[in-house]
T-cell receptor, first 110, second 111 residues
Framework: QKEVEQNSGPLSVPEGAIASLNCTYS??????FFWYRQYSGKSPELIMF????GDKEDGRFTAQLNKASQYVSLLIRDSQPSDSATYLC??????????FGGGTRLMVKP | KAGVTQTPRYLIKTRGQQVTLSCSPI?????VSWYQQTPGQGLQFLFE???????NKGNFPGRFSGRQFSNSRSEMNVSTLELGDSALYLC??????????FGSGTRLTVV
């Protein structure tokens, strides 16, 4: 069983809408959680990371963490066509390695 | 500041050969990790180095090895290449309390 799960999508949202991306993880010892964006043929680009339960906002992006439910999400407000990419959730454990989910493909339609 | 630099960007090798990939982390970053990305398996952790010491290793055969130098630059080596080693190899560096920043990757094709 994969340790970090994401819906592969595609998730399609209209321009200007809120995109909601979700991720669940199995290791309760996980310490920090990362969201990356990856355009086709490019390397992952760090969007933001979160350590504590609750919300963390950075511009149009909000990460939400619920350790009790082992759930982390990313909200993208005012979605733009340029946000169309694959979004990767990654979890860091005590061993200091990142375990990635399979990614969710987001399509923002003009 | 300069990002994570990986060289070469593209590489074509023949089965049975060996290959060495290079990674220069962001200045001041002492932790360097390597990942393999394939369409079928996604992103998988290879190993992590910190201050010239391998701290963690993923579930890859011994053909995959690495090292880190005193200036934090890192290399990974794959010996006896197999077709299945064709992948994007990514290096990431980080500093305490920060996220992992990835380089542009080296795309290895084994023929």
């Amino acid at each position: 069983q994969k340790e970090v799960e994401q819906n592969s999508g595609p998730l399609s949202v209209p321009e200007g809408a809120i995109a909601s991306l979700n991720c669940t993880y199995s290791d309760r010892g996980s310490q920090s959680f990362f969201w990356y964006r990856q355009y086709s043929g490019k390397s992952p680009e760090l969007i933001m990371f979160i350590y504590s339960n609750g919300d963390k906002e950075d511009g149009r992006f909000t990460a939400q963490l619920n350790k009790a439910s082992q759930y982390v999400s990313l909200l993208i407000r005012d979605s733009q066509p340029s946000d169309s990419a694959t979004y990767l959730c990654a979890v860091r454990n005590a061993g200091n390695m990142l375990t990635f989910g399979g990614g969710t493909r987001l399509m923002v339609k003009p | 500041k300069a990002g994570v630099t990986q060289t070469p960007r593209y590489l074509i090798k023949t089965r049975g050969q060996q290959v060495t990939l290079s990674c220069s982390p962001i200045s001041g970053h002492r932790s360097v990790s390597w990942y393999q990305q394939t369409p079928g398996q996604g992103l998988q952790f290879l190993f992590e180095y910190f201050s010239e010491t391998q701290r963690n290793k993923g579930n890859f055969p011994g053909r995959f090895s690495g090292r880190q130098f005193s200036n934090s630059r890192s290399e990974m080596n794959v010996s006896t290449l197999e077709l299945g080693d064709s992948a994007l190899y990514l290096c990431a560096s980080r500093t305490q309390g920060d996220g992992y920043t990835f380089g542009s990757g080296t795309r290895l094709t084994v023929v």
